[in-house]
């Protein structure tokens, strides 16, 4: 498959690795921090690779979301941007530095990643869980600083779980608990921010509280955010930058409007649909799932 949405320099499978912005620093004029793979080959312990062989710039201080239906290789790309799955070719470059030349905490300090099979002890209370996020920055004999204090408090507001900190994380809801495991990665304090289809199996209450801490993340702190979505149209509406994957290739790459097409839907995701342009990015009404 190609590329069908318009790609410029930075996300050109073609050009050089330089002109991509890998193994470099943000540009002028660009903020954040450069984050890349090149040329991915990313799978499981058998069988044929699941990404072979894909090349992806993340633009800086945007959130990007990766989508496609299920089995397209979604989560197993941003498992090997995020250093979870070893790479069987290719490399990840995060400001100028191989990530798996990085050591386990100064990798944590770096990039935080939110994944899908989340557990917590039975008795662990709200605050303390969101205190884990903070293991990075800390000594093995070290107490815990202000600065620690101070994450850990930013953390829990940005997540809207004030009135939950007192609470063991056993007694929430599921959406509840997602805000809770949203607010440890966040006192984790880096730069980059992986979150693995945040919003899956929560209600649309919850769904919308997770999209809105990600549009403060962009919009306050400047923080890179890489997400996997299941839901097209949502991703439309809250992403600054798209990439469609199919069968473990980058299908097409670009901001919403570029991406979300009539054609892309029907190629990818199998359907037949309308879309529309909207005030929150492209409206998409389905009609049908297409056969053969």
Known sequence: MTDHAHTDPRTRLDAPAASRGISSTPADGETGPTFAGEELVVGYSRGEPVIDGESLVVPPGEV???????????STLLKGLANQLSLDGGS???????IHRLGTKELARKLGLLSQENDAPGSIGVEELVYHGRYPHRGFFDGVS??????VRDAISLAGIDHLRGREVSSLSGGQKQLVWIA?????????????????????????EVMEIVRTLREEREITVVLVLHDIEQAARHADYMVALEGGTIHARGTPDEVVTEELLAEVFRIEATVEPGDEGPRITPHGPLHG
């Open 184 to 208: 440890m990665v966040l006192a984790q304090d880096t730069d980059v921010l992986l979150l693995d289809e945040p919003t899956t199996f929560l209600d649309l209450h919850h769904q919308l």
């Open 92 to 98: 990840v470059v995060l400001n100028g530095r191989e």
């Open 64 to 74: 990007t979301a990766l989508v496609g239906p299920n089995g397209s290789g979604k």
């Open 146 to 151: 202000e600065e620690d204090d101070c994450a």
